[in-house]
DNA sequence: TGAATGACTTCGG
DNA sequence: CCCGAAGCCATTC
């Protein structure tokens, strides 16, 4: 582990633990928050470096069309949509109903 | 060192 | 939005 993923972690666990209940967001949103706007895949990886975390809420973020594709990542392969459900979340075929609406923008904070 | 991988994004059709 | 292809970048082998 190098120190620049360390820093890009807790970038990622800082923003993602602000993410209001019942809201998502993107990683591209978060990457670009973070100032690496290229690197979206890293935020998803940085997540499953999470997956130990509890206190990161890897389930609300999602792709940018708001598809739970790291569902199958998580502890079991429906637990991130009951998550989001239990949340008030609406899930339609692994993709967030009103996606925009309850879209969470880290730059809002 | 180089090649492959992926919880993504953007672009053209 | 759907589909295919290319780009990006840290990590792993």
């Not at 602000?18 to 990683?27: A, F, H, L």
């Not at 591209?28 to 130990?52: H, P, Q, T």
Request: glycine fraction near 8%; avoid cysteine.
């Amino acid at each position: 582990m190098t120190k620049t993923s360390e820093n890009f972690f807790e970038k990622v666990y800082e923003v993602a633990r602000q993410i209001p209940y019942g809201r998502v967001t993107s990683y591209g949103a978060i990457a670009k928050y973070l100032g690496a706007a290229r690197s979206a895949r890293m935020v998803g990886w940085a997540m499953n470096a999470s997956s130990n975390d509890d206190t990161v809420p890897a389930h609300r973020v999602v792709n940018r069309i708001g598809v739970l594709t790291g569902k199958h990542h998580f502890q079991g392969t429906s637990l991130m949509q009951q998550l989001l459900e239990s949340e008030g979340v609406e899930i339609k075929e692994h993709k967030i109903v009103n996606f925009e609406t309850i879209f969470w923008d880290p730059a809002k904070q």
